[in-house]
């Protein structure tokens, strides 16, 4: 650890400390979802199981609630739902990354963690930044016992890339398949088409360029976190793109988070196309997956978007701002990559209220709705002021916020759902993610309530359900 990181550590520790104090008053800090102590979070990095502890580190700017500095932070958890902070493990204390630790992933290997990272650098001057004066290199320090990060390394740098890169090529993902190392990284070219690089190595640390992958038509100008792996028969290659235009309802945020299927070999074959929406509600982006010890394919994003101004989030009062997704299990049915919450939360609710019919409850701040409507209309109110709508005519979802200061600014989106008989709602504090038909359409968003307005209203013929809490999740 060199004299700046340790700097750097004490520095964010004392704020943490300073600015905690302060926030214990906080409304709206989730119970199940990660935020940071204090300032800015928004992509999730090195997601991983480790010597049976789940990691997930993400974006931190521990100085502003706005933004700023980029660091590594750091959570843990037994069981995906409860997580402890445990620091700023990577700061910008190199040269290849002063101005930012940007995103990256973890391998979990025998002999430890090994993170990569993109290593940001913005030289002074009259640059455009994207061609000229910026450095985006590929950084990677390693983590024996998955806390301390030991001397860093950097591995590539704007030379390593294909020619007609501009300068912004980021957010490596590293995985092993069949005893090969694979490195994927979004990337931004010369003509502004968004595209990902795939690389290889034999060692973790030289990787060489293997092939491009991008659509046939450009799909918006930038391509950000991406991630390829193999689930259920398929290969799964998803996108964070930046440029893409609306389209009815669809990409009706400003920045979104897609997959597709890849057909062949991912090495040599498969063109990006086809992209479906990940989430349709307000906030979510960078979404990561990691392969957890049972098994199961894992995705947490991050529950916000950048450079929004339409909308924003109150809790920037209390010093923070921006938390991640519930831990979501994925799966392919009927061609479809499906969402739902890791299987641990099911068991984890201890009190449970079934209902048939119309359904009125002051709620928790924290529970867990299932309602099942028969393939007819239904309307969810929830804090009455957000409502969540299922029109059977039309064949429209629709997230719509009906009290403007509920949603801190936004306003309602929707997407085309052809049938819909089971809806899952998962309310943390400040939190709303939606699962319709299996995980098959998820919606999310941020809400703020008032401590009296947690209630939740269920309208619809051939309705029946379950409400879900905690005893001690008050």
Known sequence: ??????????????????????????PWRPKLHI?????????????????????AFYQFAPFGAEGGLKFWGHAVSRDLLHWEYQGAPLSPDQPFDCHGVYSGSALAEEDGLYLYY??????????????????????????RDGMQAEKKELLMTAADYPEEMTLHVRDPKVWKQDGIYYMIQGARTRKNKGVALLFSSEDRR???????????????????????????????????????????????????????????????????????????????YAPQTFLSGDGRRIQIGWMG?????????PTVDYGWQHVLTLPRELSVKDGVLC????????????????????????????????????GRDVRITIASGLLLHWDRQKKIFWMEFQDPKLGAGRTRRGREVPEVSRIRVLADVSCVEVFMNEGQDVFSTRYYPK??????????????????????CR
């Not at 300032?39 to 049976?52: A, I, R, S, T, V």
């Not at 913005?122 to 390693?142: F, I, P, W």
């Not at 290659?237 to 920045?255: C, D, H, M, T, W």
């Not at 641990?344 to 299932?370: H, I, V």
């Open 305 to 313: 978007l950048p450079d929004v101004k339409d909308y924003t989030n």
């Open 451 to 472: 401590e009296d307005q947690y209630r939740v209203t269920v309208e619809g013929e051939d309705i029946k359900g379950n409400y879900r809490s905690h005893r001690d």
């Open 35 to 55: 935020a940071p102590p204090v300032g800015w979070l928004n992509d999730p990095n090195g997601l991983c199981e480790y010597q049976g502890v789940y990691h």
């Open 339 to 374: 969402q739902n919450p890791v299987r641990e939360l099911a068991a984890w609710w201890n009190q449970e209220e079934r209902f048939t019919g119309g359904f009125q409850k002051q709620t928790d701040s924290c529970y867990e709705l299932e309602v099942e409507n028969g």
């Open 1 to 26: 650890m060199n004299v700046l990181h340790k700097l750097w550590n004490q520095l964010v520790a004392d704020e943490v400390r300073r600015k905690s104090r302060a926030g214990k008053e906080d």
């Open 118 to 143: 993109t290593g940001n650098v913005k030289h002074a001057g009259d640059y455009d930044y994207v061609c000229t004066g910026r450095e985006s290199n590929t950084v990677l320090a390693v983590s």
């Open 206 to 284: 030289h990787f060489r360029f293997v092939r491009c992958l991008e659509s046939k038509e450009a799909f918006g100008y930038m391509w950000e976190c991406p991630d390829l792996f193999e689930l259920d028969g398929k290969t799964v290659f998803a996108i964070s793109p930046q440029g893409v235009e609306a389209k009815g309802l669809r990409y009706q945020n400003l920045y979104q988070s897609v997959t597709c299927f890849l057909d062949g070999d991912f090495r040599s074959a498969g063109t990006p196309d086809n992209f479906r929406e990940l989430d349709g509600g307000f906030d979510f």
